[in-house]
């Protein structure tokens, strides 16, 4: 949840890493409204912080037999008595960055992120290592799959079967002479939950060149109700590998949500991501063709049911559009985006030409600069357009 990442355990990483407010002997305790339990990305975020387990507010109030063994305290037992209590009203946003950084050292100090391959990028002989990141000249890209009532992309497979194709055509753009797509189901499974989902989801971020997700972090009720275990969405991209720009999210938007409305995306990973100095590139999907947009669950019941209530503000239902991609359109920013990575100076000229960022629209794709308006084959100014079905 972005939130969390962005509001809780990077002031956490602050408050104990820079200002020294504590150390790691401290129980972090983690004040969850109404009796909520943690989830597991809760767990983690805040595992470099403290050598016990993070625990919940009701957690340390509940009441225990006399001596009734717990792992989070000093003394090996429910203790109700402290010699010193922090107590912190946290408020603000801070850089992401540092603590994804931190999180990632001890995941990789403890060998958490196994297995180094979990999507298959590689396809030659079983069991043999991927190339590196860095030199590797098959553009890897991971594609999100979201579910529920709101920001899903319908047609995951069909996208993935025409990078297969364009691969097969002949994929040449920058250092990569390959694309290779693969899709990330982030939720839980009876094999798979828990921490180890974390884990795994970490780890198959790790091992792309691209991460595309749609706009946010994670689904409210997933949270509540513990069917949720990694972060969900554009907040996974402090996961990849910082390559000095040799990697990148490609952040989708919903019809009109990077255009009419576009101070609220714009704010987010966008500026998390420049303010780590762009080593990871942030790349946005603005979409602007009515056919790859479908109104939310929510907004699709309220329109057939004259009695159903019309949640959310316009904004918010531009956001949770579903989508059904064109994926001309999407081969061709990958192919824009693979260009511009592992080159500094292509990259510049982008953002100088106001050509960074993508706009499909009907017939193609329009390079611009963010929150363009009445984007057309021929507007904004700068940019280019490329025709494509």
């Keep these: 949840m972005g939130e969390v990442l962005a509001q809780l355990a990077s002031i956490v990483h602050i408050f104990v890493r820079n200002k020294n407010v504590t150390d790691d002997s401290a129980t ?14 809760h767990h983690v975020l805040l595992s470099p912080y403290s050598r016990y387990p993070v625990i919940s507010l009701e957690e340390l109030s509940a009441r225990q037999a006399p001596g009734a063994h717990v792992p989070w305290s000093a003394e090996g037992t429910h203790v109700s008595c402290f010699e010193r209590a922090v107590l912190c009203k946290i408020h603000g946003v801070m850089s992401i960055a540092p603590l994804a950084r931190a999180v990632l050292a001890k995941l990789e100090a403890e060998a958490k992120l196994q297995p180094a391959d979990p999507l298959g990028f590689n396809t030659g002989a079983p069991g043999a290592a991927l190339p590196p990141l860095a030199t590797d000249t098959t553009l890897r890209v991971v594609l999100e799959a979201r579910m529920g009532a709101t920001r899903s992309i319908r047609n995951l497979h069909q996208v993935v079967e025409q990078c297969e194709a364009a691969n097969k055509r002949g994929f040449n753009a920058g250092s990569f002479t390959r694309l290779s797509c693969r899709i990330l189901h982030t939720g839980d499974t009876p094999q798979l939950h828990g921490v180890d989902r974390f884990y795994a989801n970490v780890a198959s971020v790790r091992s792309a060149h691209v991460l595309v997700a749609v706009h946010g972090a994670a689904a409210l009720g997933m949270v509540l109700t513990h069917r949720f275990s990694g972060l969900l969405g554009a907040a996974n991209c402090f996961f990849l590998q910082e390559d000095n720009g040799g990697t990148a999210l490609i952040e989708i938007r919903p019809c009109a949500f990077g255009t009419t409305h576009c101070g609220w995306p714009d704010a987010y990973m966008n500026g998390q991501l420049g303010w780590a100095g762009n080593r990871i590139r942030f790349f946005a999907y ?40 064109k994926p001309g359109p999407f081969i061709e920013m990958l192919r824009h985006v693979a260009s511009l990575l592992r080159n500094d100076v292509a990259y510049k000229e982008a953002q100088t030409s106001n050509s960074l960022h993508g706009y499909p629209i009907p017939g193609g794709l329009r390079l611009g600069p963010l929150c363009a308006k009445n984007v057309s084959r021929t507007t904004p100014p700068g940019g280019r357009f490329v025709e494509v079905a």
């Design 28 to 41: 972090l305790v983690v004040a969850t409204p109404a009796g909520l339990g943690l989830t597991p990305f």
């Design 286 to 325: 603005n979409i602007e063709d009515p056919d790859q947009c479908h109104p939310s669950d929510y907004e699709a019941l309220a329109k057939s049911d004259p009695s159903a209530p019309m949640r959310g503000n316009e904004a918010m239902r531009a956001r949770d559009q579903h989508l059904t991609l």
